[in-house]
Nanobody, 119 residues
Framework: QVQLVESGGGLVQPGGSLRLSCAASGSIFSIDIMGWSRQAPGKQRESVAS???????NYAEFVEGRFTISRDDATNTVYLQMNSLGPEDTAVYYC?????????????WGQGTQVTVSS
């Protein structure tokens, strides 16, 4: 099994920065794709960023240039550096892990960490 625990959320003013961390434990494979998703009040959950074991990162258009995802496979930790935050970034942020077994994707989620951008 996989456990994902997020940390680093909180209240930040517009224009500010936050760094989210996600500690993964259990059966973690280096080939797993790690990522972050978010869900704002009244909206559907959406993918924010993902990163493969080779370091290839993908970003949603609405965070491109502002957020940076990284991973440390030695400690099974994935990070999300968020800069130039705006009120539209207010959401619960979830750490995700995607694993393919026989070409079938299996997704794991953390409990989420709240990010609130407000003055």
């Amino acid at each position: 099994q996989v456990q994902l625990v997020e940390s680093g959320g909180g209240l930040v003013q517009p224009g500010g920065s936050l760094r989210l961390s996600c500690a993964a434990s259990g059966s973690i494979f280096s080939i797993d794709i790690m990522g972050w998703s978010r869900q704002a009040p009244g909206k559907q959950r959406e993918s924010v960023a993902s990163i493969t074991s080779t370091g290839r990162a993908n970003y949603a258009e609405f965070v491109e240039g502002r957020f940076t995802i990284s991973r440390d496979d030695a400690t099974n930790t994935v990070y999300l550096q968020m800069n130039s935050l705006g009120p539209e970034d207010t959401a619960v942020y979830y750490c995700t892990l995607r694993r393919y077994t026989d070409y079938v994707p299996h997704d794991f989620w953390g409990q989420g960490t709240q990010v609130t951008v407000s003055s």
